[in-house]
């Protein structure tokens, strides 16, 4: 089932539907999930998979697959030999900044490879948003840019606009940025 030709997107598809039937609710996030919203402008290197699950479940649900558990560099991850993409699974809960993220609240995509269950393209703006601002990196920005950009029709600007101002973090220059070059006024 998984190739060295399965796509970024074919793998979360399967690994995520995979999960979900055996009750492990895994919600995909971080640089993979800006790959999906940015029609692969961006290259994830791994798939994080948000979970509560524990090592032994994810293992007993991802071995059938092929994936096998190394734990390098961390102990949630797991290695297939027919991909480049490795899996990783930091733990829940979900979180924009201090705004959490319950998993009913994010995507659950159909695709012709089962069900993805993946943040929304809100969430992975915040997601980047929250990395640029707290660490003044210009990648996670460029992310949050390459996906509200893809993803224009799809981001709930009001949502963000509030997150924004709860979380603080209107007035630093990452997110001044973000806005300008979004074309967008400033949230208050």
Excluded at 73 to 97: C, D, I, K, N
Excluded at 155 to 162: K, S, Y
């Amino acid at each position: 089932m998984i190739t060295e030709t399965t796509t970024l997107t074919e793998l979360a598809a399967i690994v995520s539907d995979v999960l979900e039937r055996e009750g492990i609710v895994a919600t995909l996030s971080g640089g993979a999930a800006v790959s999906i919203y940015s029609d692969n402008r961006y290259v994830s290197e791994d798939l994080d998979f948000v979970t509560v699950a524990l090592v032994k479940e994810l293992r007993m649900a991802l071995e059938p697959l092929g994936f096998k558990h190394t734990g390098t560099p961390r102990l949630s991850v797991f290695e297939h030999p027919e991909t480049r993409w490795y899996l990783e699974f930091p733990p829940a809960p979900l979180s924009f900044g201090g705004t959490y993220v319950d998993p009913s609240q994010c995507a659950l995509v159909n695709t012709a490879l089962g069900k993805l269950r993946i943040i929304t393209p809100t969430q992975s703006v915040m997601d980047r948003l929250i990395a640029a601002a707290a660490w003044n990196e210009v990648q996670s920005l460029e992310q949050a840019l390459l996906v509200a950009e893809h993803q224009r029709d799809n981001i709930e600007w009001g949502e963000l606009d509030r997150w924004v101002t709860r979380e603080g973090i209107s007035g630093d220059k990452e997110i001044v940025m973000f806005y300008k070059k979004m074309g967008r006024p400033l949230p208050v």
